[in-house]
């Protein structure tokens, strides 16, 4: 079934939807709230709450693409889930994701307010959109995803160090790019 179909069917509001969606980028979802929470009850709790935030988002919208829109709220929800879980230990896996990218992003400390923190992401997008799809790959699947670096060594046919090295130099790439957007001080 397609994505146009699926969201015909929550316009319908038929739970077939929820079903359909589920089987398409059910996967997808699943591997998202994984990576981020490290925990498979609570992994499981977050795909759950991304069906019924799907399912109250469409309709009004129409989201395209549909697998980036549920990845969206399995994100948001796991990391909501995943910082209430940990205010006072660290998981290692998503931490290091966060802080490999902290390093690059926050200079005195954090972007101070909305417009701040939209304009320094459509800065990112604008810098995704110049690397390479290998790069553009590494970075979504690490930055995005959430995913280890063996995971995505894998998905590359390269070696966990390649990867890392590689991103290595890509937020070095990004950073260079937002202080010459004005984005980072």
């Not at 549909?66 to 896996?93: D, G, P, Q």
């Not at 954090?110 to 417009?115: F, Q």
């Not at 590689?166 to 004005?182: A, D, P, S, T, V």
Request: glycine share 4%; hydrophobic share 40%.
């Amino acid at each position: 079934m397609t994505d146009t179909e699926i969201i015909a069917l929550f316009f319908e509001r038929s739970e077939q939807a929820i079903a359909e969606l589920a089987k398409k980028h059910g996967n997808a979802v699943a591997r998202v709230t994984r990576n981020i929470l490290g925990n498979e009850q609570d992994a499981e709790e977050c795909v759950n709450d991304t069906y019924l935030g799907a399912w109250n988002a469409i309709p009004p919208h129409r989201p395209t693409p549909l697998r980036t829109f549920v990845c969206r709220i399995a994100r948001n929800l796991a990391t909501m889930k995943y910082h209430a879980n940990t205010a006072e230990k660290r998981n290692s896996r998503y931490d290091t994701a966060l802080d490999e990218l902290e390093e690059v992003l926050s200079d005195s400390g954090s972007v101070e307010d909305e417009l701040e923190a939209k304009e320094l992401a459509e800065g990112i997008n604008a810098f995704l959109s110049t690397l390479n799809y290998t790069d553009r790959f590494l970075f979504t699947r690490r930055y995005w995803y959430s995913d280890p670096l063996q995971d995505i060594a894998k998905m590359a046919n390269t070696t966990p160090n390649s990867v890392a090295v590689r991103l290595f130099r890509i937020r070095e790439k990004l950073k260079r790019y937002l202080e010459k957007e004005g984005l980072l001080v």
